[in-house]
Protein backbone atom coordinates (compact mmCIF):
# COMPACT_ATOMS: atom_id res chain seq x y z
CA UNK A 1 0.00 0.00 0.00
CA UNK A 2 1.53 3.41 -0.70
CA UNK A 3 1.54 5.18 2.41
CA UNK A 4 2.24 8.71 1.28
CA UNK A 5 -1.08 8.18 -0.76
CA UNK A 6 -2.81 7.06 2.47
CA UNK A 7 -1.49 9.91 4.13
CA UNK A 8 -2.68 12.46 1.79
CA UNK A 9 -5.96 10.74 1.58
CA UNK A 10 -6.44 10.21 5.70
CA UNK A 11 -4.77 12.99 7.07
CA UNK A 12 -6.87 16.20 5.80
CA UNK A 13 -10.00 14.22 7.58
CA UNK A 14 -8.09 13.13 10.53
CA UNK A 15 -6.56 17.02 11.17
CA UNK A 16 -10.14 18.15 10.91
CA UNK A 17 -11.58 15.86 13.05
CA UNK A 18 -8.98 16.58 15.86
CA UNK A 19 -9.10 20.17 15.65
CA UNK A 20 -13.28 20.34 15.75
CA UNK A 21 -12.54 18.22 18.61
CA UNK A 22 -10.05 19.91 20.64
CA UNK A 23 -9.99 23.34 19.21
CA UNK A 24 -5.99 23.38 19.07
CA UNK A 25 -4.47 23.20 16.02
CA UNK A 26 -0.92 21.74 17.78
CA UNK A 27 -2.74 19.82 19.74
CA UNK A 28 -4.52 18.51 16.42
CA UNK A 29 -1.53 18.17 14.40
CA UNK A 30 0.23 16.28 17.04
CA UNK A 31 -1.83 13.67 17.41
CA UNK A 32 -2.86 12.76 14.04
CA UNK A 33 1.14 12.91 13.41
CA UNK A 34 1.63 10.41 16.29
CA UNK A 35 -1.56 8.50 15.10
CA UNK A 36 0.31 7.80 11.20
CA UNK A 37 3.24 6.93 13.41
CA UNK A 38 1.66 4.49 15.49
CA UNK A 39 -0.14 3.11 12.60
CA UNK A 40 2.86 2.30 10.51
CA UNK A 41 3.75 -0.50 13.30
CA UNK A 42 -0.23 -2.00 12.90
CA UNK A 43 -0.60 -4.66 9.64
CA UNK A 44 -4.15 -2.90 8.77
CA UNK A 45 -5.88 -4.07 5.90
CA UNK A 46 -6.91 -0.73 3.79
CA UNK A 47 -10.57 -0.38 4.95
CA UNK A 48 -9.81 -1.36 8.62
CA UNK A 49 -6.96 1.65 8.41
CA UNK A 50 -9.50 4.56 8.85
CA UNK A 51 -11.67 3.69 11.54
CA UNK A 52 -8.65 2.58 13.84
CA UNK A 53 -6.55 5.64 12.96
CA UNK A 54 -9.55 7.90 14.65
CA UNK A 55 -9.62 5.55 17.81
CA UNK A 56 -6.20 6.01 18.56
CA UNK A 57 -6.40 9.40 18.02
CA UNK A 58 -9.60 9.86 20.31
CA UNK A 59 -7.85 7.84 22.76
CA UNK A 60 -4.14 10.20 22.51
CA UNK A 61 -6.56 13.24 22.71
CA UNK A 62 -7.88 11.55 25.98
CA UNK A 63 -4.72 10.78 27.56
CA UNK A 64 -3.62 14.39 26.40
CA UNK A 65 -6.46 16.14 28.19
CA UNK A 66 -6.19 14.14 31.37
CA UNK A 67 -2.31 15.55 31.22
CA UNK A 68 -3.49 19.04 30.60
CA UNK A 69 -5.89 18.78 33.20
CA UNK A 70 -3.35 17.88 35.36
CA UNK A 71 -1.14 21.09 34.09
CA UNK A 72 -4.11 23.35 34.63
CA UNK A 73 -4.52 22.43 38.01
CA UNK A 74 -0.90 23.44 38.56
CA UNK A 75 -1.05 26.29 36.76
CA UNK A 76 -5.05 28.12 38.41
CA UNK A 77 -2.96 30.12 40.72
CA UNK A 78 -0.67 31.76 38.19
CA UNK A 79 -2.05 35.04 36.61
CA UNK A 80 -3.01 34.50 33.01
CA UNK A 81 -1.14 37.28 30.93
CA UNK A 82 -3.55 38.26 28.24
CA UNK A 83 -2.80 40.97 25.24
CA UNK A 84 -5.46 42.06 22.86
CA UNK A 85 -5.19 43.79 19.92
CA UNK A 86 -8.17 45.79 18.14
CA UNK A 87 -9.57 43.01 15.32
CA UNK A 88 -11.16 44.25 12.40
CA UNK A 89 -14.95 43.92 12.62
CA UNK A 90 -15.52 40.44 10.56
CA UNK A 91 -12.45 38.71 12.34
CA UNK A 92 -14.69 39.61 15.54
CA UNK A 93 -17.60 38.62 14.34
CA UNK A 94 -15.63 35.30 13.24
CA UNK A 95 -14.17 34.61 16.23
CA UNK A 96 -17.30 35.13 18.56
CA UNK A 97 -18.75 32.55 16.52
CA UNK A 98 -15.89 29.61 16.22
CA UNK A 99 -16.10 30.87 20.39
CA UNK A 100 -19.80 30.11 20.28
CA UNK A 101 -18.99 26.76 18.37
CA UNK A 102 -16.43 25.65 20.54
CA UNK A 103 -18.37 26.10 23.24
CA UNK A 104 -21.04 24.23 22.38
CA UNK A 105 -18.99 21.40 21.69
CA UNK A 106 -16.94 21.49 24.93
CA UNK A 107 -20.48 21.03 26.25
CA UNK A 108 -21.53 18.54 24.64
CA UNK A 109 -21.11 14.98 25.96
CA UNK A 110 -17.78 13.08 24.63
CA UNK A 111 -19.99 10.46 22.98
CA UNK A 112 -22.20 13.36 20.83
CA UNK A 113 -19.22 15.42 19.83
CA UNK A 114 -17.71 11.86 18.47
CA UNK A 115 -20.99 11.12 16.52
CA UNK A 116 -21.43 14.20 15.07
CA UNK A 117 -17.70 14.34 14.27
CA UNK A 118 -17.80 11.14 13.34
CA UNK A 119 -20.81 11.46 10.92
CA UNK A 120 -19.32 14.60 9.30
CA UNK A 121 -16.74 12.93 8.07
CA UNK A 122 -18.30 10.13 6.21
CA UNK A 123 -17.94 7.26 8.62
CA UNK A 124 -20.73 4.54 8.09
CA UNK A 125 -22.58 3.91 11.14
CA UNK A 126 -21.36 0.97 11.70
CA UNK A 127 -17.77 2.49 11.75
CA UNK A 128 -19.18 4.71 14.19
CA UNK A 129 -21.01 2.30 16.33
CA UNK A 130 -17.33 0.32 16.92
CA UNK A 131 -14.97 3.50 17.42
CA UNK A 132 -18.06 5.01 20.52
CA UNK A 133 -18.80 1.63 21.73
CA UNK A 134 -22.84 1.55 20.76
CA UNK A 135 -24.69 -0.91 18.77
CA UNK A 136 -25.28 0.31 15.21
CA UNK A 137 -28.99 -0.07 15.19
CA UNK A 138 -29.01 2.69 17.64
CA UNK A 139 -26.55 5.16 15.94
CA UNK A 140 -29.28 6.73 13.74
CA UNK A 141 -31.43 7.89 16.81
CA UNK A 142 -28.14 8.79 19.15
CA UNK A 143 -27.01 11.18 16.10
CA UNK A 144 -30.47 12.62 15.74
CA UNK A 145 -30.67 13.47 19.51
CA UNK A 146 -26.42 14.54 19.48
CA UNK A 147 -27.97 16.95 16.52
CA UNK A 148 -30.75 18.48 18.29
CA UNK A 149 -28.42 19.25 22.07
CA UNK A 150 -26.19 20.70 19.49
CA UNK A 151 -28.36 23.36 17.65
CA UNK A 152 -30.18 24.02 21.47
CA UNK A 153 -26.74 24.46 22.79
CA UNK A 154 -26.13 26.95 20.08
CA UNK A 155 -28.98 28.40 19.79
CA UNK A 156 -29.53 29.05 23.52
CA UNK A 157 -26.27 30.71 23.53
CA UNK A 158 -26.72 33.09 20.58
CA UNK A 159 -29.58 34.73 22.86
CA UNK A 160 -27.53 35.20 25.86
CA UNK B 1 -47.26 1.91 8.55
CA UNK B 2 -46.71 3.52 11.64
CA UNK B 3 -44.67 6.88 12.54
CA UNK B 4 -41.13 6.67 11.61
CA UNK B 5 -38.91 6.96 14.64
CA UNK B 6 -36.23 9.46 14.76
CA UNK B 7 -33.12 6.79 14.31
CA UNK B 8 -34.74 5.25 11.39
CA UNK B 9 -35.39 9.21 9.43
CA UNK B 10 -32.01 10.14 10.33
CA UNK B 11 -30.37 6.28 9.05
CA UNK B 12 -32.66 7.87 5.65
CA UNK B 13 -31.01 10.70 5.72
CA UNK B 14 -27.64 9.62 6.32
CA UNK B 15 -27.96 6.67 3.63
CA UNK B 16 -27.55 3.99 5.92
CA UNK B 17 -30.98 2.39 5.43
CA UNK B 18 -31.36 -0.65 3.23
CA UNK B 19 -33.22 -0.19 0.12
CA UNK B 20 -36.12 -2.09 0.83
CA UNK B 21 -37.16 -0.30 4.01
CA UNK B 22 -36.23 3.61 2.16
CA UNK B 23 -38.89 2.62 -0.33
CA UNK B 24 -41.09 2.03 2.04
CA UNK B 25 -40.72 5.16 4.23
CA UNK B 26 -40.77 7.26 1.28
CA UNK B 27 -44.35 5.64 -0.03
CA UNK B 28 -44.90 6.91 3.73
CA UNK B 29 -43.70 9.82 4.04
CA UNK B 30 -45.92 11.27 0.68
CA UNK B 31 -49.06 10.51 3.24
CA UNK B 32 -47.81 11.60 6.35
CA UNK B 33 -47.01 15.50 7.51
CA UNK B 34 -45.89 14.57 10.75
CA UNK B 35 -43.14 12.41 9.83
CA UNK B 36 -42.11 14.52 6.72
CA UNK B 37 -42.15 17.46 9.30
CA UNK B 38 -40.22 15.62 11.48
CA UNK B 39 -37.48 14.53 8.34
CA UNK B 40 -37.35 18.49 7.78
CA UNK B 41 -36.69 19.31 11.09
CA UNK B 42 -33.63 16.79 11.29
CA UNK B 43 -32.33 18.17 7.84
CA UNK B 44 -32.69 21.46 9.44
CA UNK B 45 -30.29 20.65 12.25
CA UNK B 46 -28.18 17.97 10.36
CA UNK B 47 -27.48 21.66 8.09
CA UNK B 48 -27.22 23.83 10.99
CA UNK B 49 -24.59 21.64 12.65
CA UNK B 50 -22.66 21.12 9.58
CA UNK B 51 -22.49 24.80 9.14
CA UNK B 52 -21.54 25.86 12.66
CA UNK B 53 -18.59 23.06 12.15
CA UNK B 54 -17.51 24.34 8.53
CA UNK B 55 -17.21 27.87 10.51
CA UNK B 56 -14.37 26.50 13.12
CA UNK B 57 -12.37 24.53 10.09
CA UNK B 58 -9.10 26.31 9.19
CA UNK B 59 -6.53 25.11 6.38
CA UNK B 60 -5.14 21.82 6.29
CA UNK B 61 -1.47 21.79 5.28
CA UNK B 62 -1.03 18.10 4.12
CA UNK B 63 1.94 18.79 2.27
CA UNK B 64 3.93 19.97 5.19
CA UNK B 65 2.62 17.60 7.42
CA UNK B 66 3.88 14.91 5.14
CA UNK B 67 7.16 16.05 5.40
CA UNK B 68 7.07 16.17 9.22
CA UNK B 69 5.88 12.95 9.33
CA UNK B 70 8.77 11.48 7.35
CA UNK B 71 11.19 13.41 9.46
CA UNK B 72 9.74 11.85 12.70
CA UNK B 73 9.51 8.79 11.37
CA UNK B 74 13.30 9.27 10.45
CA UNK B 75 13.82 10.41 14.14
CA UNK B 76 12.43 7.61 15.45
CA UNK B 77 14.81 5.40 14.22
CA UNK B 78 12.36 4.53 10.29
CA UNK B 79 11.56 0.73 10.04
CA UNK B 80 8.22 0.08 11.32
CA UNK B 81 8.04 -2.26 14.27
CA UNK B 82 7.13 -5.80 14.34
CA UNK B 83 2.86 -6.28 13.49
CA UNK B 84 1.95 -7.39 17.57
CA UNK B 85 -0.59 -9.76 15.85
CA UNK B 86 -3.45 -8.04 17.03
CA UNK B 87 -5.24 -7.49 13.51
CA UNK B 88 -4.66 -9.82 11.28
CA UNK B 89 -2.03 -9.67 8.34
CA UNK B 90 -3.45 -9.31 5.07
CA UNK B 91 -2.62 -6.47 2.70
CA UNK B 92 -0.61 -4.43 5.37
CA UNK B 93 1.18 -0.94 5.09
CA UNK B 94 4.09 -0.58 4.24
CA UNK B 95 6.35 2.66 3.86
CA UNK B 96 9.46 2.22 2.58
CA UNK B 97 10.67 5.66 4.63
CA UNK B 98 14.21 7.17 4.61
CA UNK B 99 17.12 5.38 3.27
CA UNK B 100 18.71 2.49 5.54
CA UNK B 101 22.41 1.80 4.41
CA UNK B 102 20.67 -1.26 3.41
CA UNK B 103 17.82 0.10 1.26
CA UNK B 104 20.71 2.34 -0.24
CA UNK B 105 23.11 -0.77 -1.35
CA UNK B 106 20.12 -2.35 -3.02
CA UNK B 107 19.46 1.00 -4.60
CA UNK B 108 23.04 1.60 -5.83
CA UNK B 109 23.29 -1.86 -7.23
CA UNK B 110 19.76 -1.29 -9.30
CA UNK B 111 21.17 2.33 -9.98
CA UNK B 112 24.40 0.39 -11.37
CA UNK B 113 22.76 -1.92 -13.19
CA UNK B 114 20.81 0.70 -15.37
CA UNK B 115 23.52 2.58 -15.73
CA UNK B 116 25.39 -0.65 -17.24
CA UNK B 117 22.32 -1.01 -19.36
CA UNK B 118 22.14 2.33 -20.84
CA UNK B 119 26.33 2.96 -21.69
CA UNK B 120 25.39 -0.31 -23.53
CA UNK B 121 22.88 0.54 -25.72
CA UNK B 122 24.34 4.04 -26.38
CA UNK B 123 27.35 1.67 -27.10
CA UNK B 124 25.32 0.08 -29.54
CA UNK B 125 23.96 3.40 -31.03
CA UNK B 126 27.54 4.49 -31.03
CA UNK B 127 29.71 1.93 -32.79
CA UNK B 128 26.54 -0.30 -34.71
CA UNK B 129 29.07 -2.19 -36.33
CA UNK B 130 31.95 -3.31 -33.64
CA UNK B 131 30.89 -7.12 -32.40
CA UNK B 132 30.64 -5.62 -28.68
CA UNK B 133 28.15 -3.35 -29.80
CA UNK B 134 26.13 -6.01 -31.80
CA UNK B 135 26.60 -8.01 -29.16
CA UNK B 136 24.93 -5.29 -26.69
CA UNK B 137 21.98 -4.39 -29.29
CA UNK B 138 20.95 -7.87 -29.97
CA UNK B 139 20.95 -8.70 -25.89
CA UNK B 140 19.02 -5.57 -25.59
CA UNK B 141 17.12 -4.92 -28.82
CA UNK B 142 16.59 -8.24 -30.10
CA UNK B 143 13.94 -7.55 -32.82
CA UNK B 144 15.13 -6.88 -36.21
CA UNK B 145 12.21 -4.25 -36.79
CA UNK B 146 12.70 -0.82 -38.12
CA UNK B 147 12.77 1.81 -35.48
CA UNK B 148 9.16 3.15 -35.55
CA UNK B 149 8.66 6.56 -36.53
CA UNK B 150 8.49 9.48 -34.30
CA UNK B 151 4.86 9.82 -33.18
CA UNK B 152 3.62 12.95 -34.97
CA UNK B 153 2.21 15.38 -32.00
CA UNK B 154 -0.35 17.43 -33.25
CA UNK B 155 -0.02 21.16 -32.40
CA UNK B 156 -1.44 22.65 -29.29
CA UNK B 157 -4.64 24.12 -29.33
CA UNK B 158 -4.39 27.85 -28.72
CA UNK B 159 -5.46 29.52 -25.60
CA UNK B 160 -8.51 31.46 -25.74
CA UNK B 161 -7.54 35.16 -25.71
CA UNK B 162 -10.09 35.58 -22.61
CA UNK B 163 -10.16 32.96 -20.14
CA UNK B 164 -14.15 33.28 -19.47
CA UNK B 165 -14.67 32.21 -23.09
CA UNK B 166 -12.72 29.11 -22.11
CA UNK B 167 -13.73 27.72 -18.89
CA UNK B 168 -12.38 24.00 -19.30
CA UNK B 169 -11.83 21.46 -16.39
CA UNK B 170 -15.33 21.20 -14.66
CA UNK B 171 -15.90 19.69 -11.15
CA UNK B 172 -18.66 19.85 -8.51
CA UNK B 173 -20.85 18.65 -5.82
CA UNK B 174 -23.96 18.79 -4.90
CA UNK B 175 -25.65 20.47 -1.68
CA UNK B 176 -26.01 17.89 1.41
CA UNK B 177 -28.94 19.05 3.42
CA UNK B 178 -28.89 22.29 2.50
CA UNK B 179 -25.21 23.41 2.83
CA UNK B 180 -21.83 23.22 0.34
CA UNK B 181 -18.27 24.02 1.25
CA UNK B 182 -15.82 24.98 -1.57
CA UNK B 183 -12.20 25.44 -0.83
CA UNK B 184 -9.79 26.24 -2.79
CA UNK B 185 -6.04 25.80 -2.34
CA UNK B 186 -2.71 26.97 -3.56
CA UNK B 187 -4.10 29.73 -6.10
CA UNK B 188 -1.34 32.18 -7.26
CA UNK B 189 -1.84 35.64 -6.71
CA UNK B 190 -3.71 37.91 -9.07
CA UNK B 191 -5.88 35.18 -9.54
CA UNK B 192 -9.08 35.77 -10.40
CA UNK B 193 -12.24 34.29 -9.49
CA UNK B 194 -15.66 34.83 -10.02
CA UNK B 195 -18.53 33.04 -8.24
CA UNK B 196 -22.07 33.33 -9.65
CA UNK B 197 -25.66 31.91 -8.22
CA UNK B 198 -27.00 29.34 -10.07
CA UNK B 199 -30.23 27.29 -10.50
CA UNK B 200 -30.28 23.45 -9.39
CA UNK B 201 -28.20 22.00 -6.12
CA UNK B 202 -25.16 21.42 -7.92
CA UNK B 203 -21.75 23.37 -6.99
CA UNK B 204 -19.26 23.45 -9.59
CA UNK B 205 -16.00 24.69 -10.43
CA UNK B 206 -14.41 25.90 -13.43
CA UNK B 207 -10.86 26.30 -14.10
CA UNK B 208 -9.73 28.35 -17.67
CA UNK B 209 -7.45 26.50 -19.30
CA UNK B 210 -6.01 22.81 -18.34
CA UNK B 211 -4.90 22.62 -15.06
CA UNK B 212 -3.42 19.71 -12.87
CA UNK B 213 -5.38 20.29 -9.91
CA UNK B 214 -6.04 17.98 -6.93
CA UNK B 215 -9.84 17.21 -5.69
CA UNK B 216 -10.87 16.17 -2.98
CA UNK B 217 -14.39 16.05 -1.92
CA UNK B 218 -17.17 14.83 0.88
CA UNK B 219 -20.41 15.29 1.61
CA UNK B 220 -21.60 18.83 0.74
CA UNK B 221 -17.90 19.53 0.41
CA UNK B 222 -15.28 19.41 -2.12
CA UNK B 223 -11.96 21.29 -2.08
CA UNK B 224 -9.44 21.50 -5.44
CA UNK B 225 -5.97 22.23 -4.71
CA UNK B 226 -3.13 22.76 -6.77
CA UNK B 227 -3.95 25.75 -8.37
CA UNK B 228 -1.00 27.63 -9.43
CA UNK B 229 -0.77 28.92 -12.55
CA UNK B 230 -4.79 29.33 -13.27
CA UNK B 231 -5.40 32.69 -13.65
CA UNK B 232 -9.34 32.38 -13.75
CA UNK B 233 -11.38 30.29 -12.23
CA UNK B 234 -15.68 29.88 -11.96
CA UNK B 235 -17.34 28.85 -9.17
CA UNK B 236 -21.62 28.16 -9.20
CA UNK B 237 -23.19 28.17 -6.34
CA UNK B 238 -26.34 27.03 -5.87
CA UNK B 239 -28.90 29.52 -4.94
CA UNK B 240 -30.78 27.82 -3.22
CA UNK B 241 -28.12 26.97 -0.59
CA UNK B 242 -29.27 27.43 2.73
CA UNK B 243 -25.20 27.70 3.94
CA UNK B 244 -22.61 28.32 1.91
CA UNK B 245 -18.96 29.26 1.80
CA UNK B 246 -16.15 29.49 -0.53
CA UNK B 247 -12.60 29.60 0.86
CA UNK B 248 -9.34 30.20 -0.82
CA UNK B 249 -6.06 29.71 0.91
CA UNK B 250 -7.70 29.20 3.98
CA UNK B 251 -9.56 32.55 3.75
CA UNK B 252 -13.18 32.70 3.44
CA UNK B 253 -14.16 34.87 0.55
CA UNK B 254 -17.71 34.51 0.42
CA UNK B 255 -20.55 33.24 2.56
CA UNK B 256 -23.85 32.92 1.90
CA UNK B 257 -26.39 32.38 4.97
CA UNK B 258 -30.21 31.62 3.60
CA UNK B 259 -30.62 35.14 1.35
CA UNK B 260 -28.00 36.81 2.68
CA UNK B 261 -24.43 36.53 1.18
CA UNK B 262 -21.03 38.26 2.83
CA UNK B 263 -18.14 38.94 0.78
CA UNK B 264 -15.10 38.70 3.29
CA UNK B 265 -12.69 38.15 0.07
CA UNK B 266 -10.79 40.78 -2.41
CA UNK B 267 -13.63 41.56 -4.13
CA UNK B 268 -13.25 43.46 -7.57
CA UNK B 269 -16.20 43.51 -9.31
CA UNK B 270 -20.01 42.73 -8.48
CA UNK B 271 -22.37 42.71 -11.49
CA UNK B 272 -26.11 41.07 -10.25
CA UNK B 273 -25.87 37.37 -9.15
CA UNK B 274 -21.86 37.33 -9.66
CA UNK B 275 -19.12 38.78 -7.86
CA UNK B 276 -15.66 38.38 -9.05
CA UNK B 277 -12.66 38.73 -6.57
CA UNK B 278 -8.72 38.73 -7.04
CA UNK B 279 -6.17 36.57 -4.83
CA UNK B 280 -3.68 39.42 -3.39
CA UNK B 281 0.01 39.71 -5.08
Known amino acids: VDFDGLFQRLYPSLFRYLHRLTGDADMAEDVAQESFVRLLRQPLTEEEVRPWLFTVAMNLVRDGARKTERRHRLLATAPALVTQGRLPDEDVERSERIEAVRQVLDRLPERDRQLLLMREEGFKYEEIAAVVGVAPASVGTLIARALRRFVDLYDTREIR | ?281
Not at chain 2, 28 to 51: D, F, I, K, P, Y
Not at chain 2, 105 to 127: H, T
Not at chain 2, 181 to 191: A, E, G, M, V
Request: net charge neutral; glycine share 10%.
Open chain 2, 1 to 281: MMHADQGRLQAYLDHEMPEAHRSSLESHLTACVACRGELEELQRLGAEVRAALVGIDMAVGTASALQKFRERHAALGGAPAAANGRIRPRGQLRWAGPPTPARFARASLLKAASLALLLGGALYAAVPGSPLGRWIGDTLFPSDEPASSPEIVPPQAPVAATPEEAPSDVTGIRMAEGAVQIRLRSLSPNTRVRIRLVDGDLAQIRAAGPFEGTTRTGAGWIEVGNLEGVDFMMVDLPRAAVRATVEVNGQVWLRKVGPEITTPGPVTERNGDEVTFRSGS
